[in-house]
């Protein structure tokens, strides 16, 4: 009997390598950025024709906005030209828009046009492409913890009921549900650490890493990766009959 492949349901990127693709070449660092918006959208597609559920992808840091003032500025504006370019594709595609992170802290342009991407998308049942948008992920665990202390204090809940569940019930992947969790994180531009990203949600998943700079990541990439990850031996802590 075939040994049953590994479900691929939610995806995580850590899309990293955009600076050093622009240096490569010659050309200044937005420049990377550039390349690196115009491959979400190859990846996407190629993720949707997989059959992945949820692919979330890291964009932009708590930490980035420590980066260069006019980095930061164009970074914010990336997503306006994304969407205003892709988004009848996503709809044709019945691709769900969702971005988490602190989108209240964004400048009011960029706030109105991921708010736009969501409500324009908010009734398509496809592939979930969720942004991690000015997202840092111990700060998503101390505002889910600030909640569940109002919980108590207000006699909602007792501490005996806190839960794995409850916690993840609190934090940005939520609405998932059985999703929530990704299966797999790829990590580009031979960088191996997780920088903030998911780390509740990343208990259990598998990690890859890629020595290709985001732009260069390509499809067959992807496949070559989702490929790996089916045929991994997947124990979550427990033993099997396979293990000596």
């Given at each position: 009997?075939a040994e049953k492949r ?13 600076g050093r693709?622009?240096t ?14 115009n491959n979400?959208?190859?990846i ?13 992808l ?11 003032k006019?980095?930061?500025a164009?970074?914010?504006?990336l997503p306006v030209?994304f969407?205003d370019?892709?988004m009848p594709?996503?709809?044709e ?7 988490m992170?602190?989108?209240?802290e964004l ?14 998308t908010?009734?398509?049942t496809?592939l ?8 840092g ?6 505002t889910?913890?600030k909640?569940?202390g ?6 909602q ?9 409850l916690?993840s019930?609190?934090?940005m992947t939520a609405g998932f549900k059985e999703f929530?969790d ?9 960088e191996?650490?997780?920088s903030n ?7 259990y998943?598998e990690?890859?890493?890629?020595s290709?700079?985001?732009?260069d990541?390509?499809k067959e990439?992807?496949?070559?990766f ?10 979550f ?8």
């Open positions: 009997m590994n479900q691929l349901n939610h995806l995580a990127i850590i899309m990293d390598g955009n693709w622009a490569k070449q010659g050309k200044p660092r937005v420049a990377g950025h550039y390349e690196g918006m979400v959208e190859r996407t597609l190629a993720a949707d024709q997989l059959g992945i559920k949820v692919l979330s890291y964009a932009f840091s708590t930490e980035n906005w420590a980066r260069p006019e980095e930061v164009y970074l914010m504006n030209r969407f370019h892709f594709t996503l709809m595609k019945n691709v769900k828009v969702n971005i992170g602190y989108l209240d400048p009011r342009k960029t706030y109105d046009v991921v708010q736009r991407a969501m409500a324009e908010a009734q398509n496809g979930i492409l969720n942004f991690a948008f000015n997202y992920s111990r700060r998503e665990i101390t889910a913890v909640e569940i109002t919980l108590i204090e207000t006699g809940i007792t501490s005996d009921q806190i839960t794995e569940e916690i019930d609190r934090l929530r990704p299966d797999l994180l790829i990590r580009t531009s031979g191996q650490r997780i990203f998911m780390l509740w949600q990343l208990a998943s990690l890859a890493f890629s290709k700079n985001w732009p990541f390509t990439d992807l496949q070559e989702v490929s790996d990850f089916q045929n991994r031996h997947r124990r802590g427990k033993l099997d009959e396979t293990d000596s």
